[in-house]
């Protein structure tokens, strides 16, 4: 993206290269702001190992996650079972590290299909402004008048049993989440629309798909990401609200809110079953907020 | 003045009407038979599910089903009846207030702390304060309630024994705890967001001009700093409200509390849509109303805003 001639000059370039004479272009002048945040290595250091948890689960844990022994339920940590058993006599530390797949698979669909259709969306209003434009933004003012929670729970209550509880999850949270991102990218392709370049861009006879993905896209992306990065830890923590509601990830699929709802019966007289979980929780929203906030400084150099 | 709340009021209307619907079309449009579900597994005989049905309004298309329940949410307050024939509304008007006082409780919870907060980082920009402070709003955003909520049960109520783990029965004191974990994340929002508006009010011109006056500092960040930096803060604290009554589906339930958010969760898992549609489009209702009390309020507040 950097070498892109139709990209404008966007950042002063503070952070000249000594092998070109090019301004830097904002990823680059991004990127290196980034690598010296520590804020950002330690949420990136977070994330992969997260990463690693989801695809290879076995490499953090070799005992099976769905093998429980009802004799043994709630047995304090040992050797063998670091964070103990919980309410069924299953390993807590297996079943909390295979559950990092499903919300990170969670989160980073939800993110990606909200990006999605959010941002085409909201370049098409933007873009094409007029009729479109009013159609699109007054509905999603109506989405935006539903509380988050509230409309996902009203969604994945009257379809579970429907269709698979993780894919319904995505959806639920899909439906009600693409509006913030419509509005960002909206606004951020009406600010870019009436540039030079564009302008110049379409007086060459550019068509309005060129105009839109060469152009309008890569100077309105910024904010997107910025905010999906953010949005992927808000997902997390909401697939585990629902699943902690009854409507989320079902059994015997594994999810961290759905742990720490089956530990909630005796969680005052053995809290480790859901604290575990709880602290997996939260370190992995953490490191998505912490990550977004860390890109948003660097990509808004307004904040500078 | 007079137009801007016209056309204000006006703008609302579609919104709600348009919110109500999507809510309703999701759980009525659905393939299926609701009086069969009703009937569990005895069929009913065709008299008796002509007759529900035409009861219902089973056999109308759905705007029209839609316009029979939500004039009657409009005009009369009825929000339908349960399977078991219970008005919704007679169990929302039971549990609405306890929502409301946990909502409230947890708004001023974010008041104090988050302003004050706030208050104490844009005074002390740059420092080790206003580090700290930037620091922990960003630990209490990520923290989820359902966490949050346990942690501190556990430790504050079950440890150490400071708040009732449970229940309301001690009255305002026992909506303080729940009502901080509610709160958590608004809270460091409006720190941030006070932060940054005391920043850039302190800026501007006026702020010099009475520093150069010679007035003192107290009064400068009191009267003339912090007076016109509330102004974005009031309307976050009252769009809130109705994102604090929807999250407390949550808090209710970690706590025990039989509010409004308890009653959607009964309603889901009895598998009652009237209970479900009825809590969720009254806490959409009670969301549309506090943003347009807010967008009024901001007009009265910020007299640029009217002059549009």
Same mark, same amino acid.
């Given at each position: 993206?950097?070498?892109?001639?139709?990209?404008?000059?966007?950042?002063?370039?503070?952070?000249?290269?000594?092998?070109?004479?090019?301004?830097?272009?904002?990823?680059?002048?991004?990127?290196?702001?980034?690598?010296?945040?520590?804020?950002?290595?330690?949420?990136?250091?977070?994330?992969?190992?997260?990463?690693?948890?989801?695809?290879?689960?076995?490499?953090?844990?070799? !005992?099976?996650?769905?093998?429980?022994?009802?004799?043994?339920?709630?047995?304090?940590?040992?050797?063998?079972?670091?964070?103990?058993?919980?309410?069924?006599?299953?390993?807590?530390?297996?079943?909390?590290?295979?559950?990092?797949?499903?919300?990170?698979?969670?989160?980073?669909?939800?993110?990606?299909?909200?990006?999605?259709?959010?941002?085409?969306?909201?370049?098409?209003?933007?873009?094409?402004?007029?009729?479109?434009?009013?159609?699109?933004?007054?509905?999603?003012?109506?989405?935006?008048?539903?509380?988050?929670?509230?409309?996902?729970?009203?969604?994945?209550?009257?379809?579970?049993?429907?269709?698979?509880?993780?894919?319904? !999850?995505?959806?639920?949270?899909?439906?009600?989440?693409? $509006?913030?991102?419509?509005?960002?990218?909206?606004?951020?392709?009406?600010?870019?629309?009436?540039?030079?370049?564009?302008?110049?861009?379409?007086?060459?006879?550019?068509?309005?798909?060129?105009?839109?993905?060469?152009?309008?896209?890569?100077?309105?992306?910024?904010?997107?990401?910025?905010?999906?990065?953010?949005?992927?830890?808000?997902?997390?923590?909401?697939?585990?609200?629902?699943?902690?509601?009854?409507?989320?990830?079902?059994?015997?699929?594994?999810?961290?809110?759905?742990?720490?709802?089956?530990?909630?019966?005796?969680?005052?007289?053995?809290?480790?079953?859901?604290?575990? $979980?709880?602290?997996?929780?939260?370190?992995?929203?953490?490191?998505?907020?912490?990550?977004?906030?860390?890109?948003?400084?660097?990509?808004?150099?307004?904040?500078? | 003045?007079?137009?801007?709340?016209?056309?204000?009021?006006?703008?609302?209307?579609?919104?709600?009407?348009?919110?109500?619907?999507?809510?309703?079309?999701?759980?009525?449009?659905?393939?299926?038979?609701?009086?069969?579900?009703?009937?569990?597994?005895?069929?009913?005989?065709?008299?008796?599910?002509?007759?529900?049905?035409?009861?219902?309004?089973?056999?109308?298309?759905?705007?029209?089903?839609?316009?029979?329940?939500?004039?009657?949410?409009?005009?009369?307050?009825?929000?339908?009846?349960?399977?078991?024939?219970?008005?919704?509304?007679?169990?929302?008007?039971?549990?609405?207030?306890?929502?409301?006082?946990?909502?409230?409780?947890?708004?001023?919870?974010?008041?104090?702390?988050?302003?004050?907060?706030?208050?104490?980082?844009?005074?002390?920009?740059?420092?080790?304060?206003?580090?700290?402070?930037?620091?922990?709003?960003?630990?209490?955003?990520?923290?989820?309630?359902?966490?949050?909520?346990?942690?501190?049960?556990?430790?504050?109520?079950?440890?150490?024994?400071?708040?009732?783990?449970?229940?309301?029965?001690?009255?305002?004191?026992?909506?303080?705890?729940?009502?901080?974990?509610?709160?958590?994340?608004?809270?460091?929002?409006?720190?941030?967001?006070?932060?940054?508006?005391?920043?850039?009010?302190?800026?501007?011109?006026?702020?010099?001009?009475?520093?150069?006056?010679?007035?003192?500092?107290?009064?400068?960040?009191?009267?003339?700093?912090?007076?016109?930096?509330?102004?974005?803060?009031?309307?976050?604290?009252?769009?809130?409200?109705?994102?604090?009554?929807?999250?407390?589906?949550?808090?209710?339930?970690?706590?025990?509390?039989?509010?409004?958010?308890?009653?959607?969760?009964?309603?889901?898992?009895?598998?009652?849509?009237?209970?479900?549609?009825?809590?969720?489009?009254?806490?959409?209702?009670?969301?549309?109303?506090?943003?347009?009390?807010?967008?009024?309020?901001?007009?009265?507040?910020?007299?640029?805003?009217?002059?549009?």
């Amino acid at each position: 993206m950097s070498s892109s001639v139709a990209s404008p000059p966007q950042s002063g370039g503070r952070h000249q290269k000594k092998q070109n004479d090019k301004p830097a272009s904002l990823w680059s002048d991004a990127w290196y702001d980034l690598r010296r945040k520590p804020a950002f290595v330690i949420s990136a250091i977070l994330i992969g190992v997260l990463l690693l948890m989801a695809i290879w689960p076995t490499l953090f844990s070799s !005992v099976d996650p769905r093998a429980c022994d009802l004799s043994v339920a709630r047995q304090a940590p040992s050797a063998g079972h670091l964070f103990g058993r919980d309410n069924l006599g299953c390993d807590v530390y297996s079943r909390t590290i295979h559950a990092a797949r499903n919300s990170i698979v969670i989160g980073v669909l939800t993110t990606v299909l909200v990006a999605v259709i959010g941002g085409l969306l909201g370049m098409v209003a933007a873009f094409y402004a007029s009729m479109t434009d009013t159609v699109l933004s007054r509905l999603t003012e109506i989405f935006f008048a539903i509380p988050g929670i509230l409309g996902a729970l009203l969604i994945a209550s009257t379809f579970r049993d429907q269709i698979n509880s993780i894919l319904l !999850v995505i959806v639920s949270l899909t439906v009600l989440s693409w $509006p913030m991102t419509f509005r960002i990218m909206r606004a951020a392709v009406i600010t870019a629309k009436n540039q030079d370049f564009v302008v110049a861009a379409r007086a060459l006879g550019a068509g309005p798909s060129r105009l839109m993905f060469r152009h309008l896209l890569p100077n309105a992306l910024a904010p997107v990401i910025v905010v999906s990065t953010i949005n992927l830890g808000v997902f997390i923590a909401a697939e585990a609200a629902l699943s902690f509601l009854g409507v989320g990830v079902q059994s015997p699929d594994i999810s961290w809110g759905l742990m720490i709802s089956d530990a909630r019966d005796r969680f005052l007289d053995a809290p480790l079953p859901l604290i575990f $979980p709880a602290v997996f929780l939260s370190i992995t929203v953490l490191a998505f907020i912490m990550l977004g906030d860390a890109v948003r400084d660097a990509l808004d150099p307004k904040l500078r | 003045m007079g137009r801007y709340v016209i056309r204000r009021l006006l703008q609302a209307i579609p919104v709600l009407l348009g919110a109500t619907l999507l809510i309703f079309a999701i759980v009525f449009a659905l393939p299926g038979d609701p009086i069969r579900a009703l009937a569990g597994e005895k069929p009913p005989s065709p008299q008796v599910v002509e007759v529900l049905r035409e009861q219902y309004h089973l056999n109308d298309p759905l705007l029209l089903q839609y316009w029979y329940y939500i004039s009657g949410v409009l005009f009369r307050g009825d929000f339908g009846t349960t399977f078991q024939n219970v008005p919704v509304g007679d169990l929302m008007k039971a549990t609405f207030p306890t929502t409301l006082q946990l909502a409230l409780t947890a708004l001023m919870i974010q008041a104090v702390i988050g302003v004050g907060l706030g208050l104490w980082a844009a005074l002390r920009r740059g420092k080790a304060e206003d580090t700290m402070i930037l620091a922990s709003t960003l630990i209490l955003i990520s923290v989820p309630t359902l966490v949050s909520g346990f942690v501190l049960q556990l430790l504050l109520g079950v440890k150490l024994g400071l708040f009732p783990i449970a229940g309301t029965s001690e009255g305002w004191y026992s909506f303080l705890l729940p009502g901080f974990v509610l709160a958590g994340g608004s809270i460091a929002y409006l720190t941030r967001l006070t932060r940054t508006s005391l920043v850039e009010t302190l800026r501007s011109d006026y702020i010099r001009t009475a520093v150069a006056k010679g007035m003192n500092r107290r009064r400068v960040v009191g009267r003339h700093g912090l007076r016109n930096a509330l102004i974005p803060l009031v309307t976050f604290l009252g769009a809130d409200l109705g994102n604090l009554m929807g999250g407390a589906v949550i808090t209710e339930r970690i706590f025990n509390i039989n509010g409004v958010g308890s009653l959607l969760i009964r309603g889901v898992y009895e598998r009652q849509q009237p209970i479900v549609v009825g809590v969720v489009t009254a806490l959409v209702l009670v969301y549309i109303l506090a943003n347009l009390v807010v967008d009024l309020m901001y007009a009265v507040l910020d007299p640029r805003i009217r002059y549009e």
